[in-house]
């Protein structure tokens, strides 16, 4: 029987206003358990409570009733928080520091060792396929690399849940399925993952148990694969281009279930199309300077006995890795062109230099350690 790593009981959330009137309720009577290594998705439309739900889990948010348990503990422990690793809905970046600044900012915060700092910020980059993009300044990033810097901000930590608040949004269909193998790489090797999504084809295909949420209610609950199944209809696929087969198929289904028989080619998903595209791209050495992906798990991201698949992993070791391109340093003058491009941009005076660029940075490290003391 494999272990409980989150149980929901009776959970309920109601906001209040200044003068502690009820003014939404947002989660109402959720029960719910996810045991190890399953892929949960907290399912719903816009405002039927996922982020609550996810901030009560984070213990971010207080309970107004009801019982939240994370490995056994309360969500607040500390010892739980390490754990865990997250990504917010929004995605916010400090954007003067590069992906390997921002990595290795909040691996420090976890106190990684400096040796271990840089290998795991390399596996990451490398992982969520910005490797050619790890010089820049986040804030020249589009919003689908912005979302793959804060997941791979989200495993910094090697964390044994992984909860991630609509990891979708923002990305290409490439994107996509690179986000969602990843997830179920990760579920193999023995994390837990929780994500709540409104796009429900993003998730279909990824999550073992869900629960469909509305009016901070659930709805429906259990194992996708009978949620989804029709069990009163049945569809008969073979490969055949005879017409006249066809047509006496055809005549003895009509004869057996009547008039209400539909008969056409099986289609592939407009995904799969999309895929193959993309997939030819790269096959005929087309380049793009957006994100690009190795296919690869950051080895750091601990295997676990009981759930690895070693099928999966050898796949993984025997993955062709894309060629890393080499950073190019601009010259002098573009570089002088460039800062102040981001200078005007922030509005900040012309003869401001790099050293006010490293200054920046160096608030907004302090800025972040300011928040999470503040939190903590
Ligand atoms: N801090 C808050 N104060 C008051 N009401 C809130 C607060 N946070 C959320 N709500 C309300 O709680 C309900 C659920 O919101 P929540 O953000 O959990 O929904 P959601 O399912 O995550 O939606 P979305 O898909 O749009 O992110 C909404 O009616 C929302 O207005």
Redesign the pocket.
């Known amino acids: 029987m494999s272990e409980t790593v989150v149980e929901v009981s009776n959970l309920n959330k109601v906001?209040k206003d200044f003068w502690g009137r009820p003014?939404?309720k947002?989660?109402n009577g959720l029960n719910f358990e996810i045991k190890k290594g399953q892929v949960f998705g907290l399912l719903?439309?816009?405002?039927?409570?996922?982020?609550?739900?996810i901030k009560m889990l984070l213990g971010l948010l207080f309970p107004s009733v009801g019982k939240v348990k994370i490995f056994g503990e309360k969500p607040s422990n500390l010892d739980v928080k390490k754990r865990i690793g997250y990504l917010p809905?929004e995605t916010t970046l400090y954007r003067y520091l590069n992906p390997e600044e921002i990595l290795d900012f909040y691996a420090s915060l976890f106190k990684i060792p400096k040796a271990d700092r840089k290998k795991r910020v390399d596996q990451l980059i490398e992982m969520v396929g910005l490797t050619h993009a790890r010089k820049r300044p986040v804030g020249e990033f589009s919003k689908g690399m912005a979302r793959r810097i804060g997941l791979a901000q989200a495993l910094i930590n090697d964390p044994d849940l992984i909860i991630l608040d609509?990891p979708t949004s923002g990305l290409d269909p490439v994107g996509c399925r690179e986000v969602k193998d990843l997830i179920r790489l990760l579920a193999k090797r023995g994390k837990t993952v929780i994500l709540?999504s409104?796009l429900l084809a993003d998730v279909e295909d990824i999550v073992d148990n869900v629960v469909v949420?509305y009016g901070?209610h659930v709805r429906s609950s259990g194992r996708l694969e009978s949620l989804l199944q029709e069990t009163d209809k049945h569809t008969l696929t073979f490969e055949t281009k005879d017409d006249e087969l066809l047509a006496k198929i055809r005549k003895f289904v009509t004869k057996e279930l009547g008039d209400d028989v539909d008969l056409e080619h099986p289609k592939r998903s407009l995904e799969d199309m999309f895929l193959q595209v993309i997939t030819e791209a790269k096959e005929d050495s087309i380049t793009t300077s957006g994100a690009d992906y190795s296919g690869k798990v950051a080895a750091y991201l601990q295997e676990d006995g009981e759930h690895a698949n070693s099928d999966v992993l050898d796949k993984l070791t025997q993955a062709e890795v894309m060629e890393e391109v080499p950073v190019q340093e601009e010259p002098a003058e573009v570089k002088k062109e460039i800062l102040q491009e981001v200078m005007q941009d922030e509005a900040v005076a012309e003869e401001e230099t790099e050293e006010v660029i490293e200054a920046k940075k160096e608030e907004q490290k302090e800025e972040i350690n300011d928040k999470l003391s503040n939190l903590l």
Request: glycine fraction near 20%; aromatic fraction near 4%; avoid cysteine.
């Open positions: 906001f003014k939404a947002a989660v719903g439309p816009n405002g039927s409570g996922k982020s609550t739900t809905e609509e709540s409104h949420m901070g």
